[in-house]
């Protein structure tokens, strides 16, 4: 990645008469501070009962994986040009499998795209045709002018907007990536694929029957207010009954929350996780959730420790970041 940056440097050094390029490689911005999305209640449909209830997962917690997706980014500002944020971003996705009780990677290579990150309107035309003639893929951040006009055209010169626009387009092309990877392994494996995040970005991989997508943030919690202490209540090895979610624009799924560990003394949402998979008939649903709901309670062990978030991070998942960071 450091290679990679000073490279990306050199290239755009040599159009930029006084560049003024980032001190070292420093902090990602993925770990800088940034404005969180606001926390909300969203009371969505039941599809499993009348209400959301708490359901205790019957049998033992059986491993049924054949395979983990995660996909890692890392974003830095390689220069400006008269305040004008220049980024560079590595983005990788990676789908690790058990062979002989080891996890190797699926196919032949993961995939890894490096892109720059220019506001073609806000840079003089020779820097952006210096760009464009360098090894990596270079991505507008500029945006489309709203109906703000002028002003919003102002606002959207000011560099932190334009390192916002940066990261929104870095997140998208992670996400293009572990799609790509997901469908390649609906459209060619039966085995059920552990998938950290949601499914509905791809109508193929939300409707797959081997897709299991496990979510771990929670600044959106998909029950009513009188219901909290339903979710706040479940135990280890509870989850609550099944509903639809619908986001606008994405592929509907079948969603229910799962406790993996025990919550007594730490925050209601620890070792909470959110499952999401595809749609079934209503007689179905029970069953489904049930298989699901043992298949990940397998996954707590072995613990994805150090990871901070080891309390609902499986270890094929930690595998996947490790591995990224090992190749990126």
């Known amino acids: 990645m450091d290679a990679s940056l000073r490279g990306a440097q050199r290239l755009l050094g040599e159009w930029i008469p006084h560049p003024r390029a980032a001190d070292g490689p420093g902090p990602t911005l993925e770990t800088l501070p940034a404005a969180l999305e606001s926390p909300r209640l969203v009371t969505p449909r039941a599809v499993e009962g009348p209400s959301l209830r708490a359901r205790r997962v019957p049998g033992d917690p059986r491993s049924t994986f054949g395979g983990f997706l995660d996909g890692t980014q890392a974003s830095r500002i390689v220069t400006y040009h008269d305040g004008v944020p220049i980024v560079f971003a590595t983005v990788a996705a990676v789908i690790r499998v058990r062979r002989d009780r080891r996890l190797a990677t699926y196919g ?169 998979v595809a749609e079934s008939a209503p007689h179905d649903v029970t069953e489904r959730a049930d298989d699901v709901s043992r298949w990940v309670l397998a996954e707590t062990a072995p613990l994805a420790l150090p990871d901070p978030r080891w309390d609902t991070m499986a270890y094929g998942i930690r595998d996947c970041e490790e591995f990224l960071r090992a190749i990126t």
Request: charged content about 30%.
């Open 108 to 276: 032949q290579l993961p995939e890894i795209e490096r892109c720059l990150y220019v506001p073609r309107a806000l840079v003089p035309a020779r820097l952006w045709e210096a760009a464009t003639t360098g090894d990596y893929r270079v991505v507008d951040t500029g945006g489309e002018r709203g109906e703000g006009g002028v002003e919003e055209a102002a606002d959207s010169r000011h560099p932190s907007a334009l390192i916002e626009r940066a990261l929104q387009l870095v997140r998208g092309c992670r996400e293009r990536l572990e799609h790509t990877l997901a469908e390649r392994w609906c459209a060619t494996e039966r085995a059920p694929l552990y998938i950290d995040g949601g499914l509905t970005g791809s109508p193929r991989v939300a409707t797959a029957a081997c897709s299991v997508g496990v979510v771990k943030r929670h600044r959106t919690l998909y029950v009513a207010a009188d219901l909290m202490p339903v979710l706040t209540g479940l135990r280890p090895g509870e989850r609550t009954t099944a509903f639809r979610i619908a986001p606008a624009r994405r592929t509907a799924v079948t969603s229910w929350y799962l406790r993996l560990r025990d919550a007594r003394g730490r925050d209601p949402t620890w070792g909470l996780v959110r499952i999401e």
